[in-house]
């Protein structure tokens, strides 16, 4: 297929090179020139501006931006991709933006013509460089049908979550309570080894008991717990901080939006902001258990 | 073997009689002389007091109170098992008390020869029926190892967690846990179906992601979601808030005595007051979703 | 002088009524028609548009709007103020909005030739009507200076408080932290009566301490400890719950965009909003002790 | 008069020099035989042991004590205060406790036949020296009358809070709405100062708003703000952070015995438990602050 692919950061990259593996023809763009060139020697065709690239004879566009102001920027702009796409060509947004930016951008593709479906992942570079992601999907159930093959080919798990702006629903409601679990867990385990627990004899009591969770059991933050978790490489890889501190973001707004409370969720948030605030943005987010116990290097 | 059986309430009375069945002699004793009849009726032996069950040939005695002051009368007081029991006689205390407590308790019978581990259970009093409980155990190996065949008539998993009081600190900081975990999930489904999703679709997506917790997958708070749990029943039966807020006021309280903070562990004691105080501490403890979304039954 | 004015709410109409007492020539604005007529019946000119009214010989503007979209329609819109005013004309933004989108605007005005100043008020409605409003008011000396006469025929308090957006962030400042200190009182004040004090001995303990603040001394939201505030008449009039919610929103939202934590005032808002959901958004926000206690009417 | 004094630290011993100072004859005793001889040689008669005391021909005695298992142990041990006093004399507990274990030991000397008044007070070490303590006394009116000569020679605000344990009570109600406060101020002045405002000039506008409170106005956390509190010293002197702990600590206990929530309250609890766990106990409680600014000295 002829796609699009707009926004060749972290995520986006690898997942560009994931599409053209499947033997699709990609036209891209991005503010950066080296992001680019290396897209073009790994065989896609450079556009010259997003109005180019909306213009050309692509049959889908993917999006893979930063954050909301971008998207609309390249959506909404004067001279961006809804001024210029031809009404046929599918849109797929992959940024991680609140549920109700999202919206707002599909109906004014509608208003065009164009389906736009909300595909936000998760999964990290990892994910993204070895084709696992989990998409989760906001849109109608045909257009969700018709992307399937191509989220594919850059994904394992590719989830209908509903009508547009579904699938960042998904993923700020997933997010925020992996932050609360994971601060949860953080706390307990903090807790229990203060109180002369073996980590690893917590951990194994927990994870057969009711406070089972997959920062316990897959990513336990106490240090020597697991192997191959970021607890056991100082904090290194992983989800950043302050990935999960936009993520936090998020959620709250979306909340305020929706006007309903999320109390634990805006607590997560500010002992994230707390975290990062101390100079720790850039640590795994599984490191909020060093707010809690100094000795954990 | 013959056994001393202190304390047959909701949780003692069924674990009493998981013994009986099991083939012990039982000398029981308790406040409540009802209690004390039903016991007599399926089999056990009424001790006049507390001096004359311990006094008595038993060798090994269980103790199952409501709280810390209890066991400390039990064991401590003037005319206590303490003072009357002979050395070789094994103590087992059931209560859920808080660490502290349990190690004080621990030392003074340690100091008169006894050895004493500290077992609490959860698993409700559906386990307790079902002889399906899970033992948290607190003390030496070879006391552990003792314990052991009396413990499994009684439950199905028994754990051993280290010294004195790791049993009462690997129930506190997993139920702390399990709060966190409990009020998140209630926090994320909410979000979620206020801002369009479908509540199974959204706990299916939490569950194969990485919010994924016992109480999301086990437990669901969220009408319908599952079967078979209190949320589909009116949040009857099941963990009682007023049971959850005394978990949780034990957790804070270690945490106070060990110097650690425990923030959202605090917050969901606050939380689970502010709902207690409404009215609902009777109710099921995934209840506490009703304090974000008034419209649910 | 000649002042235009749009935004004749609940707010903007006593002010502007409070100008043309004091003498001014006023042309109006509001997408209310009968605001309008009510202003033009006191002696006000109307203007049919916004571009109207820029293109007017007026020698200032000010505006007084619900939220930052409104301000950055009225004057970042295709018709909007910044499109058609003269360059000398001074402009006056009263709304209370973040202190990023107030210099958002300042900058874009600047960029026009305009000097622009932000001057958020308190006070309320009472305060709006009687004149004696408070205003935080941010940008540079000189143009403080030049509205000081103008902003003292409406309020009592005029305060500098720095370059432009100083006078936003003051507000969101103040009321942040006046959340926290009503939510602590009444924390304080249902502790102390539910474990047998009087509420008025207890207030005044507290207001001869260190936990003295205004809404202990000032606002008290125990009923019966004040004559003439909300709580001895049920809640009624002041300063509403959803008014301050949204302040609560422009807080956390400045603290985001800042990177700093405000954990206190993130769960404040939580708390409100907890409150609001359950129906409370329109009782004033001392009203929030409710949420404690029940059994105050 | 003569009185006996048990108890003689940084708090009890500079008040037991103010009533040797006002003329009453002391008999005093402590666990520090070098606290007993400084008051030995400042005119006081050294008591072999709180039972001696207790029989001595005192006619009141004060106790000032670090916590409840302390004040219990002399009051309520074998040979304590209560096994050895005569009925007329009157006591005076003047440690800060929570106020069920002020209630528990004062039915403890009812049933003896003594009056037993709390009497905790607030000042810091600075007001015991200098004889200008607030005390918040709960107990009959006519014990309270009768003390008051007696408590004026080390205080200067002496008032009378109602029945046994109302001391208490308004002590932890006022001291957790004291540590809100603070945090709260902290947050404001924060969030204020990044986002671009002088500290002075946002304090001096808070200080005239509705967010004025005794740590903005009297107290004041941010460096620079105003002279002589602990902020302008580096945050030495003062009253301690981990004092602010223990008295948090009572007045969450209070409450969950009182089985009412304090929302703000536990997670200022936290709040200091965190900034304490690391390594600031000891530095005055406004330093608080910089848990939020790491660039604050």
């Given at each position: 297929m002829k796609i699009g692919f707009i926004g060749l950061g972290n995520m986006g990259g690898p997942m560009a090179r994931n599409l053209l593996k499947a033997g699709h023809q990609l036209t891209v763009s991005d503010l950066s020139q080296s992001a680019v060139a290396g897209l073009v020697e790994a065989g896609a065709t450079a556009a010259a501006s997003i109005a180019e690239l909306a213009r050309s004879d692509v049959e889908m566009i993917i999006t893979m931006l930063p954050a909301a102001p971008h998207v609309k920027g390249v959506?909404?702009?004067?001279?961006?991709l809804l001024a210029h796409v031809a009404p046929h060509v599918r849109l797929i947004d992959s940024s991680t933006i609140d549920p109700m930016s999202a919206r707002q951008v599909a109906e004014a593709a509608a208003a065009r013509g164009n389906s736009l479906i909300d595909a936000p992942v998760s999964g990290g570079t990892g994910g993204a460089t070895a084709g696992t992601l989990t998409f989760m999907v906001g849109g109608d159930k045909a257009d969700f049908d018709a992307a399937l093959p191509v989220l594919q080919a850059m994904g394992k798990n590719i989830v209908h979550?509903?009508?547009?702006?579904n699938g960042q629903v998904a993923k700020v409601a997933n997010n925020m309570l992996l932050a609360i679990t994971m601060i949860g867990t953080a706390e307990a385990m903090n807790l229990g080894v203060s109180l002369g627990m073996d980590p690893a004899v917590l951990a194994g009591i927990i994870n057969t008991s009711s406070g089972r969770n997959w920062s316990s059991d897959?990513?336990?933050?106490?240090?020597?717990?697991?192997?191959?978790?970021p607890a056991s490489r100082g904090?290194?890889?992983?989800?950043g901080t302050d990935l999960m501190l936009k993520d936090l973001g998020l959620a709250t707004e979306a909340a305020k939006q929706a006007r309903q409370p999320v109390i634990l969720g805006g607590l997560a948030q500010q002992l994230y902001q707390t975290f990062s605030s101390q100079?720790?943005?850039?640590?795994?987010?599984?490191?909020?258990i060093k707010l809690y116990n100094g000795a954990i290097k």
């Open positions: 959506y909404l702009g004067e001279d961006g979550c509903g009508p547009t702006g897959t990513y336990n933050p106490y240090p020597g717990v697991m192997d191959n978790v904090y290194t890889g992983g989800f100079g720790n943005g850039a640590l795994d987010f599984s490191a909020i």
